[in-house]
């Protein structure tokens, strides 16, 4: 791994967590913390459409639109939905730190599950008992966080 990816990576992370603030902030302007999701896939959709057409010069061949999984065509915006609506919703009651706490905490575990069982086109990565301790530093960190 190249360690110059780690600031951009966690650049990343100051965009998840300022996504939902603002997001939340949003739903508790308009009285809906639900609405706030539909206006962030709205945006992103027509960002990214711009993104895509300003970047991409040739559409997929049908034969590649054929050979994706079908689940891959509803899993991302669907997971996506959930992720950000349960953000949404959980962040006045967790705190910012707590919820990104367990929110990395759950993806650093499942990620683990998906290297150690090579699921989903992961290359298979064996849960080795230092990886199953860095989860369980993490978890440790997260629950002091949210009890602190």
Not at 23 to 46: D, I, K, W
Not at 102 to 109: M, T
Request: with cysteine; hydrophobic share 60%.
């Amino acid at each position: 791994m190249s360690w110059l990816l780690a600031p951009l990576a966690m650049l990343c992370g100051v965009f998840v967590t300022t996504q939902i603030a603002s997001n939340t902030l949003l739903g508790e302007s308009l009285g809906n913390l639900y609405l706030p999701a539909a206006v962030n896939m709205l945006v992103g959709f027509c960002f990214t459409s711009v993104l895509v057409w300003a970047v991409t010069d040739t559409a997929p061949a049908a034969a590649m639109i054929r050979a994706a999984p079908w689940w891959t065509w509803i899993a991302g915006g669907l997971l996506g939905t959930m992720y950000l609506t349960g953000s949404i919703l959980l962040a006045p009651k967790l705190g910012a730190a707590a919820l990104i706490g367990f929110v990395v905490s759950g993806q650093l575990i499942w990620g683990v599950l998906l290297d150690h069982f090579g699921w989903i086109g992961f290359e298979q990565h064996d849960a080795s008992v230092a990886r199953l301790i860095g989860c369980g530093l993490l978890l440790g960190g997260v629950f002091l966080i949210a009890k602190f």
